[in-house]
């Protein structure tokens, strides 16, 4: 599925069960929660917290939880991410290009 697939499948579910978009400012708030639910797995499965009796290693889940929200802001703010997307990818081209390269830490 390409990105401009994803817009447009979200948004056809949207319109067919979920009413209407939750507000922009809400959908942010939510984004928010989604990330940090991505965070407590990967701090989990990753860092030094140990899964507690009944949570899951739901990693897939929760990233695709994020992306979810993410493609609502974008359909809601107009927001084409693939072309977004190529423009970051272009920008982090041509200033990165050779700064990992030469970064002695890496």
């Not at 797995?41 to 290693?57: L, T």
């Not at 990693?59 to 072309?83: F, H, P, S, Y």
Request: aromatic fraction near 8%; proline fraction near 2%.
């Amino acid at each position: 599925m390409t990105l401009e697939e994803a817009q447009q499948t979200v948004d056809n579910w949207i319109r067919t069960y979920g009413v209407r978009y939750f507000s922009e400012l809400t959908n942010m708030a939510v984004l928010t929660e989604e990330v940090g639910e991505l965070a407590r797995v990967m701090a989990r499965k990753y860092g030094d917290q140990s899964f507690k009796p009944g949570e899951k290693d739901n990693l897939a889940d929760e990233m695709a939880d994020v992306l979810w929200v993410l493609i609502c802001l974008a359909n809601q703010t107009g927001v084409d991410l693939t072309e977004a997307f190529r423009r970051n990818l272009e920008k982090k081209t041509c200033r990165d290009k050779e700064r990992h390269k030469n970064n002695p830490k890496l």
